[in-house]
């Protein structure tokens, strides 16, 4: 028996009209917090630049405290809180979040508590030392800045180290779990809908819709567990694990695009079944590893208007066919000018839904293991591929959108190290300055000796002398080293 | 209020009094049944919110949340029963909580204000829900509620497998990545990320393309994806020759077309028909079958039965769609369908309706007289009244012969109209078939008839007309009619008539009487008609008559 929890019951410590105001107000704290960091950073603190951010910022703040009566900004993990709520990523804001996690990070700062109502002075110097550039480590730096503003009586604010308390682990443990229970079930259901649906029998409609509400709160709630399992990339299960990684993958975009809970159900249900016109394809056309006939190569191209027949049929007696689901099978393999598959007589423009699920779509099938592609490509070449080359077909914006919420190297990259060590990107991180410098799991030292549990490291992380101790050289095969970088995620 | 309450019995301390969830519970379920069974506006249904309101706040004075646990028969709060409800039926609140797979319920203080009513729509919607309908689980995930959570166990998901991964990865070492990552070449090898191809600018989104995205999501989600189906669907026919996908096709689109119509969705309805018209008329390939079961699906909407279905769902709805949306849909109609929508015309209450129906039924009747005519003889006398009305307003000379046989055969409304349609054809046969109606029995028919002829100079008719004045039964006949077939004579007589009328207005009989003074005021009236010098003159003569009747009648006459 299946037990969840619904997205606000999982931290219920905010009456919900606070916990609204906080998230949206919260949120334009840490823009305008950022802001001024930025501003700080580029001119002098007379400019007028630096002076309107700070004022801003002693603003917004002074209002949260006023009707809160506290305000907290705190770190935890790769999320970030106002008081007690958690604050969502989205497209005006996730620069922000990955700088501002870096830089208290880097200053060994896990909570800022404000009182009273802060002057911007006491701002401009909080910002002003957190963005020195200096060689100590978290620990020193937060020490140092402690013992700086005691001396120069700054008001109002207060820093406090990080503390990683029982609930957060907790929390952050629940929702691996969640994500794997999510992903699991998910890929089950797919296949027992592809299946139901190739033998002639009628699939549970309820069960689909239930897996994508699923995946939806998932990703909303946290979404790094439930990316990074898309990195399993099952070869026996493909075409179940593949539906479900690339509704994974559009909804992670859809809520970074900005759209609602239920927007993301309808483009997670037309991502889950963007491929279900495969269950009308002959399996060994699909599974066929030598180069396709032409009659064969059009039984496949086939595949997205026999969604539409297929989508058409799954829908009950009562129910309202999913008209976003049918258009997405049908435009999926749809280039921006409309040439790639099917061809069209009327005019049509592709529309966003389907733009997304074929980047998603294009990505965790270049990716894959498959019948007729037994080397898959390496994820950051794929994406690259996908950015530099026009004649793919896809909309260059969401391409630019779906690089920011996988990072350079995207979860599930096997990567070498400069310390020959082997790694796996376990998730990304979304700073302008680290795009690089994801967090990894350590699969291996140099000499080739396997690390159990593989250690978390964030490459981000400067040393005792501000150099980096791990980075990035190069990504690497995993077959080459018999890996299932799926199994760092479960 | 006491600060704790403890319940005989258990060792479990109560933050407060149990009497108070119990009856904010009972409060809500009577709110549910208010709900389901009072509109909003009903005093019942207000009240009973007002209360639910009031059990609910009496709690909040004591907490700010309140969780229940749900069973089959009974919502439970710290494992005290405080709604009881055995019996697994719908009518059963634990009941329809529990059979979804709710198991734990929690309010939060401001729910009363915020969120009672919505929950209470929804849990009516999931009581009334056939099995393939979405059931309160998704209700509830949907609806979003902030101030209602719930834990549940998910029941759709039993039986799932979950999927077993291999066995654990247990090497202790494997390929040293330094013994091999060495090589030149493969450091050369495109795996390696050169940080300059992540120019940031390449890689974050900047204010134009944020607009862009948005933009389009928007416009996405505010589409209606319909009209994209359709067209892929017909697409695919159009390229598909494979007769079993037309077939598949042909029959989604049809029950697609029934869905628009019930979804009163008629812009999507009629784009469907054109562009299923507009494959028939491109696609070379299609076999007779074929072309035929496309055709249908336009012939469908114009079926008596659906239209008519169709027409009373508009005349029984309230809220209707914009009135182009129909317009679109009423403009693929097919001739057959004339006959309905003229009977609907003259039967439906509705006047937008009705002006709608009025604008296709004048199109359809221009582009197909031939039906417009069959329907003039219909034995349905409103659709045969509407043909002839229609027939007249578009001047159908094509439509005379049949409305001759209205003329002699049809009840006295449909002649009238006939009458009517004549006179606005206007043409020769058409007045000359209107001549026969002056023999009408009916008197209204008759008036009706010698108007309409004066008004359209028929001089053919003036020996018809002069016939009937000359008739004692005339003379025995209404005011009204008398001065109709005289003011229709004057109208076509000329000076040759004056003499006539002359006569009756001014000359005695052979006993010295005058004839009397209606007739002798029709007189007058006609010669004011005749309009000529000897027909004033004429009038002059009686301008001092001393019938108050004749002498007004002559003042207006020779008034014009």
Redesign the interface.
């Known amino acids: 028996?299946?037990?969840?929890?619904?997205d606000?019951?999982q931290k219920?410590t905010q009456?919900?009209?606070s916990a609204?105001y906080v998230r949206r107000r919260g949120r334009d704290f840490v823009v305008s917090l950022y802001g001024t960091v930025r501003a700080i950073k580029l001119y002098p603190v007379e400019h007028t630049a630096v002076q309107k951010t700070l004022s801003e910022l002693a603003q917004i703040a002074g209002e949260i405290l006023d009707r809160e009566k506290e305000l907290e900004f705190r770190l935890s993990g790769e999320f970030l809180f106002i008081n007690s709520t958690r604050l969502r990523l989205d497209?005006?804001n996730y620069?922000s979040f990955g700088y501002l996690l870096r830089l208290c990070r880097g200053a060994g700062i896990g909570t800022i508590k404000v009182h009273d109502r802060a002057p911007t002075r006491s701002w401009l110097v909080l910002l002003s030392l957190l963005d020195a550039q200096t060689s100590l480590d978290p620990h020193e730096r937060f020490d140092e800045i402690a013992v700086h503003l005691a001396q120069t009586h700054i008001a109002g604010i207060e820093i406090l180290p990080p503390v990683e308390n029982e609930a957060d682990r907790e929390f952050a443990e629940q929702a691996r779990q969640a994500a794997t229970r999510t992903y699991?079930?998910s890929?089950?259901?797919t296949?027992?809908v592809i299946n139901s649906v190739r033998m002639g029998r009628a699939p549970?409609?309820?069960?689909i819709?239930?897996v994508v509400?699923g995946i939806v709160d998932q990703i909303l709630n946290e979404e790094t567990s439930l990316v990074g399992l898309t990195a399993?990339r099952?070869y026996d299960?493909y075409t179940f694990t593949h539906s479900v990684n690339v509704c994974i993958f559009a909804v992670a975009l859809g809520r970074r695009?900005?759209?609602t809970?239920?927007?993301l159900?309808?483009l997670g249900l037309s991502a889950l079944m963007h491929d279900i016109g495969k269950s009308r394809v002959p399996i060994n056309c699909l599974h066929k590893s030598d180069e396709l006939l032409d009659a064969e190569w059009r039984q496949i191209a086939?595949h997205p208007?026999l969604g539409?027949?297929v989508l058409?049929n799954l829908r009950?007696?009562?129910?309202e066919?999913s008209?976003?689901a049918?258009?997405v099978s049908?435009e999926h393999h749809m280039r921006g000018d409309l040439s790639g598959y099917?061809?069209?007589?009327?005019a049509?423009s592709v529309?966003?839904?389907s733009?997304i699920v074929a980047v998603a779509d294009g990505y965790d099938a270049a990716t894959s293991r498959r019948a007729y592609q037994t080397t898959p490509y390496?994820p950051?070449?794929v994406l690259?591929e996908m950015?530099d080359n026009p004649g793919r077909g896809m909309d260059p914006?969401?391409v630019?959108?779906f690089?920011?919420l996988l990072g350079?190297?995207p979860v599930g990259t096997l990567v070498?190290l400069d310390t020959?060590?082997?790694a796996v990107v376990y998730a990304a991180n979304h700073s302008?300055d680290a795009?690089?410098r994801p967090t990894v799991k350590i699969?291996?030292d140099?000499?080739?000796?396997?690390l159990r549990p593989a250690p978390e490291v964030d490459l981000a992380l400067q040393d005792l002398s501000g150099e980096y101790p791990r980075t990035?050289?190069?990504?690497?095969?995993p077959a080459?080293?018999?890996?299932?970088v799926?199994?760092y995620f479960? | 209020m006491p600060a704790a309450a403890q319940l005989a019995g258990t060792s479990v301390e109560l933050p407060f009094a149990q009497s108070l969830v119990t009856e904010a519970l009972r409060l809500f379920a009577k709110a549910i049944r208010a709900h389901q069974l009072y509109l909003p506006n009903n005093p019942m249904h207000v009240r009973a919110m007002e209360a639910a309101r009031g059990g609910f706040r009496a709690v909040w004075d004591e907490a700010d949340t309140l969780t229940l646990a749900v069973t089959d028969a009974e919502l439970r709060w710290l494992d005290r029963p405080v709604l009881d409800e055995p019996g697994r039926t719908s009518d059963s609140i634990p009941w329809m909580f529990f059979k979804d797979g709710v198991r734990e319920l929690l309010f939060r203080k401001g729910f009363e204000d915020e969120e009672l009513i919505p929950l209470l729509a929804l849990l009516q919607r999931a009581r009334l829900a056939s099995a393939e309908e979405d059931d309160l689980l998704t209700l509830l995930w949907e609806r979003d509620f902030s101030f209602l959570q719930y834990k549940y166990v998910d029941l759709a998901m039993e039986g799932t497998p979950v999927l077993e991964r291999g066995a654990p990865d247990d090497r202790e070492r494997i390929l040293a990545p330094g013994s091999i990552e060495t090589d030149a070449h493969l450091l050369a090898s495109s795996s390696i990320t050169r940080m300059d191809e992540y120019d940031s600018t390449l890689y974050f989104l900047d204010d134009r393309e944020i607009d862009y995205l948005q933009g389009e999501i928007r416009a996405d989600f505010s589409s209606d994806l319909r009209e994209r189906v359709i067209a892929s669907l017909l697409d695919t026919y159009e390229q598909q020759s494979d007769a079993a996908v037309r077939e598949e096709i042909a029959g989604i689109l049809d029950s697609l077309f029934l869905l628009l119509l019930s979804l009163t969705q008629f812009r999507t309805g009629a784009f469907l028909i054109r562009e299923a018209a507009l494959t028939v008329g491109r696609s070379r390939d299609l076999s007779l079958a074929e072309r035929q079961r496309l055709v249908e699906l336009s012939d469908r909407l114009s079926e008596k039965e659906i239209f008519e279905q169709l027409l009373h769902a508009l005349e029984d709805t309230v809220l209707r769609p914009p009135q182009d949306d129909l317009q679109e849909l009423f403009s693929q109609l097919k001739p057959v369908a004339l006959e309905t929508l003229l009977s609907w015309i003259g039967r439906s209450r509705n006047a937008d309706l009705r002006l709608l129906l009025e604008a296709a039924g004048s199109r359809l009747a221009s582009a197909h007289t031939s039906e417009l005519v069959r329907l003039i003889s219909s034995p349905d006398d409103v659709v045969a009244f509407e043909a002839v009305r229609r027939a007249g307003a578009m001047k159908s000379t094509a439509a005379v012969a049949a409305l001759a046989g209205v003329i002699a055969h049809g009840s006295p409304e449909l002649r009238l109209a006939g009458v009517a349609a004549l006179s606005d054809i206007g043409s020769p046969g058409a007045l000359q078939v209107l001549e026969r109606a002056l023999e009408d029995e009916d008197r209204d028919i008759r008036v009706a008839t010698v108007r309409m002829l004066g008004s359209r100079n028929h001089r053919a008719a003036l020996s018809g007309i002069e016939n009937h004045i000359r008739t004692p039964t005339l003379r025995s006949g209404t005011l009204a009619e008398k001065m109709a077939f005289f003011e229709g004579y004057g109208t076509l007589c000329g000076d040759e008539g004056v003499p006539f009328l002359n006569a009756i207005l001014n000359t005695r009989g052979l006993l010295g009487r005058r004839e009397d003074a209606e007739l002798r005021a029709c007189a007058a009236m006609a010669l004011g008609k005749v309009g000529t010098d000897s027909a004033l003159m004429a009038l002059q003569r009686a301008l001092a008559d001393r019938d108050v009747i004749v002498r007004s009648a002559v003042s207006r006459a020779v008034r014009g």
């Open positions: 028996m299946a037990e969840s929890l619904t606000a019951y219920p009456p919900p009209a609204a497209l005006t620069a699991t079930r890929v089950a259901v296949k027992d549970s409609i309820k069960k819709k239930r509400q399993i099952d299960e695009l900005g759209m809970k239920n927007q159900f309808d086939a208007w539409v027949l058409f009950g007696q009562q129910e066919v008209y976003r049918m258009t049908y099917p061809k069209n007589i009327r049509r529309c966003m839904t733009k390496p950051s070449a690259q950015r914006v969401v630019k959108a690089i920011n350079i190297y070498v020959f060590e082997l302008i795009l690089s699969v291996s140099a000499q080739g000796i396997m990035i050289i190069k990504t690497a095969d080459r080293y018999g890996i299932d799926g199994d479960v």
